[in-house]
């Protein structure tokens, strides 16, 4: 009886161990990680896009490093959307309608950090192009969600595009 007990508390124990093992393993595939900061890459411009600040910010963390002639430390998440609000403000003052990828690339650069970046066009209301920039983010991944931490934006002639 008293071996039978072991055995289950060795057995109980064994599978308590393996838990955080599955875990761990589903938390860190590459490639679902990959299609994750894709497809938060695609809603964030596609929320920017209908200007929609608020839902905006479950795809960006603050603080937020952003480039604005050098790099600057957006701390608080209230200014992080104050700052989206006054951007896209000032866009739909240009006849702004909508931004589109049409070169992203992500790339994984460790199981809680990636860079996402290509070229993306800004749309006026009457379909003709804005412009074009490129972009290229950071992101982190805390408690299971992906984050962009840093936005650099730029020329489109210089778009990098991580492979």
């Not at 599955?22 to 994750?36: L, N």
């Not at 603050?62 to 002639?69: K, Q, S």
């Not at 982190?140 to 990098?160: H, L, N, P, Q």
Request: net charge positive.
């Amino acid at each position: 009886m008293i071996r039978a007990i072991a055995g289950i508390r060795v057995a109980i124990a064994a599978l308590f161990l393996s838990i955080p093992n599955a875990v761990h393993a589903q938390a860190t595939d590459p490639m679902a990680d990959k299609s994750a900061v894709d497809k938060l890459m695609r809603d964030y411009v596609e929320t920017f896009s209908r200007g929609d600040i608020t839902a905006m910010m479950n795809f960006v963390g603050a603080p937020l490093t952003i480039t604005d002639g050098g790099f600057k430390v957006i701390p608080t998440a209230d200014e992080v959307q104050k700052r989206y609000t006054t951007l896209r403000d000032g866009l739909v003052k240009q006849g702004y309608a909508k931004s589109q990828w049409i070169d992203l690339g992500v790339k994984l650069l460790a199981p809680s950090y990636a860079i996402a970046g290509g070229t993306y066009v800004r749309y006026k209301t009457d379909g003709s192009e804005l412009g074009r920039s490129g972009g290229t983010y950071l992101l982190d991944k805390v408690d299971g969600v992906w984050k962009i931490r840093v936005v650099m934006g730029y020329s489109a002639k210089d778009a990098f595009k991580p492979e």
